[in-house]
């Protein structure tokens, strides 16, 4: 039986507040959900990079429409909750960061993030006020449903080339008044400087894993105070690893070894129908 929207959502808020952090992995079509739900997953989140990825263009290069139908065909695969990397939420103000959350729940989605980067090289983060005024527009708009959607705020500094830790922090503790349920700030440099993120607000903290040398294990992130751990593009990063192998094997040497090492006809189908 098909779990409903509240339920998931019920769900997803749950393992928030669990003993231990939780992993959500980021899928990027019905096939993956499907996988990453039969590997035991508790929740799934959608992947803007991988997502443009799909559509053949570099991440920041889709429109809200083109994310949400990635996101529609990932929540519809499987009964597991699923969380959508909203970007900016595909426009500047603050009305269009309520849009994409409003868009993004009737998809079925029962969180999702806003970050706070421009998409502009010559200023790259928001200016703090309208930063915090999309955050708390997006919350308002999330506290219309009639379940409890997960909202995400996102403080991009360190991804964006402004390694300053205290903005990090004063962002994210204003994202947290405004209403965010829950707290990102990716490509943070160190255990300490998450631990001290952590320590520095009240809600939930989630931590991107896929960065070589800074991505740390379960254990070490748990014991510095992160709840929930993302997997941002590296499942779809290691699945075109595979690709591009085989294919370099096919054109450079003429064989086919890769065919012994693929996922095999029945245990793909094993995994699309038992989800």
Known sequence: ????????????????AGPDPFIIANAWDGASAHILA????????????????????????????????NARIICTATNLPVSADLEKGFGDGPDAAARAVELAAATGLVGGSIEDATGRPDAPIFDFTLAVERVA?????????????????????FLRGR???????????????????????????????IRTVCQSVSVPVNFMVGVPGKSF??????????????LATSLY??????????????????????VDRAVSSSELARYLISG
């Open 1 to 16: 039986m098909s779990a409903t929207q509240q339920e998931k959502a019920v769900a997803f808020r749950a393992l928030h």
């Open 38 to 69: 039969g590997l035991g997953f508790p929740a799934l989140a959608t992947s803007s990079g991988a997502c443009a990825a799909t559509y053949g263009r570099l991440d920041g290069a889709i429109t809200l429409e083109e994310s949400l139908a």
């Open 137 to 157: 527009a997006a919350a308002e708009a999330a506290r219309r449903f009639a379940f409890p959607f997960t909202l995400t705020g996102r403080a991009e500094n």
């Open 163 to 193: 390694p300053d830790l205290d903005d990090t922090i004063r962002r994210l503790q204003a994202y947290e008044r405004a209403g965010a349920n829950v707290l990102f700030a990716p490509l943070l440099p160190d255990l300490a400087a």
């Open 217 to 230: 294990s379960v254990a070490e992130l748990a014991a510095a105070g992160v709840r929930r751990i993302s």
């Open 237 to 258: 990063r290691a699945a075109m690893r595979g690709l591009v192998d085989a294919a370099r094997e096919v054109r450079e040497s003429g064989t086919f070894g890769y």
